[in-house]
């Protein structure tokens, strides 16, 4: 399978590529593309967090970390007074970073559901709500942001699944199928677990018709095409 440098270069070159090429073509800001290439870049190395030793989980669990702590302190600033808020802070990125990351590996095998369109999905989704109601970002750029996300995504699993064929030997890796795949047929209850947490994320998400004119309305194809011919005549 590809090494961490492997995936998390192609799927930052992927993302900054997507992202200049959509604001050429007008589909976003300069300032709203660089979280669409972060998102991107971010979800080149998700499908990894279920691998123990990796750089991948020791990078995902320190971002969430962080992301939890702001998220406790913004929630409990008005309650508690610096001490006390300093102590929260700090027990809530331990707690993430260590206890939940433990947890997290003891819980989960390599290449198992989270190497998965379906876990792609659910973290795109999980994407899309907390733009909204967390960032407050537009219904248009939360669909979008999730879009990223699960494009890293799939990136990783393409590169995965490429890795497992050898071309010399013109052979097939025992590896081979076990990362771009629907769902993790060896634990359906993993499978249904994730598709009733997706189903209940469905209310937080915003209307699917922003998603359906997004993609019938503007044309994202040809708006990408004619960004990415005035980015290669700017080179």
């Known amino acids: 399978m590809a090494n961490f440098r492997t995936h998390i270069t192609v799927a930052a070159f992927a993302g900054g590529i997507v ?22 870049t971010f979800g080149g190395i998700l499908p990894d967090i279920d691998s123990d030793n990796s750089r991948a989980i020791r990078i995902l669990f320190t971002l969430f970390a962080v992301l939890a702590t702001m998220a ?16 929260a802070g700090g027990a809530t990125y331990l707690g993430v970073r260590y206890v939940a990351s433990a947890i997290f590996k003891r819980f989960t095998v390599h290449r198992g559901i989270w190497h998965s369109l379906l876990a792609s999905l ?35 699993l393409l590169l995965d699944e490429m890795y497992s064929v050898d071309m010399v030997g013109a052979r097939l890796k025992r590896s081979f199928g076990t990362a771009f795949k629907l769902f993790d047929y060896r634990e359906p209850g993993n499978s249904l677990a994730m598709v009733a947490v997706i189903a209940a994320m469905t209310p937080w998400l915003p209307p699917l018709s922003v998603l359906v004119d997004i993609m019938h309305l503007q044309g994202p194809l040809s708006v990408f095409g004619a960004g990415l011919s005035r980015l290669m005549a700017g080179v």
Do not use: K, N, Y
């Open 19 to 40: 992202a200049a090429a959509g604001w050429q073509g007008g589909l976003w800001s300069l300032a709203e593309g660089v979280p669409l290439a972060s998102l991107t």
């Open 72 to 87: 406790c302190v913004l929630l409990l600033q008005d309650r508690l007074l610096a001490g006390p808020l300093m102590m």
């Open 122 to 156: 659910l973290c795109s989704l999980g994407v899309t709500a907390a733009s909204l109601h967390v960032l407050g970002q537009s219904e248009e750029q939360a669909w979008w942001q999730g879009a990223a996300l699960l494009f890293g995504a799939m990136i990783h």
